[in-house]
């Protein structure tokens, strides 16, 4: 069984910075790509980022391209989401999940693990 637990969440005013992190458990977590998903409130969950198993490619939703960067840390078991120049209509409950693929994919059915969500409030 895999767990994923975010954190980095919080209040940040626009134009500022976070970091998110999602901690991953088990052996597995090299042998498949990662991604990050959004969920603001009334409006369906998106795709975010995602990153290949090695980290060597990366996608990005066009309303994040060029602020936000998806990282991995195989050797601990982590992968993060760097998000500058922070809007308010980036304000959502952010979750991380591991696909079932080694591939980076933004198709949110090719992912079978979620963690719980961060929330991240960006204040105009």
């Known amino acids: 069984q895999v767990q994923l637990v975010e954190s980095g969440g919080g209040l940040v005013q626009a134009g500022g910075s976070l970091r998110l992190s999602c901690a991953a458990s088990g052996r597995t977590f090299s042998s498949y790509a990662m991604g990050w998903f959004r969920q603001a409130p009334g409006k369906e969950r998106e795709s975010v980022a995602a990153i290949s198993r090695s980290g060597g490619i990366t996608y990005y939703a066009d309303s994040v391209k060029g602020r936000f960067t998806i990282s991995r840390d195989n050797a601990k078991n982590t992968v993060y989401l760097q998000m500058n120049s922070l809007k308010p209509e980036d304000t959502a409950v952010y979750y991380c999940?591991?696909?079932?693929?080694?591939?980076?994919?933004?198709?949110?059915?090719?992912?079978?693990?979620w963690g719980q969500g961060t929330q991240v409030f960006v204040s105009s």
């Open positions: 999940a591991r696909s079932s693929f080694t591939t980076a994919t933004m198709t949110q059915h090719q992912y079978d693990y």
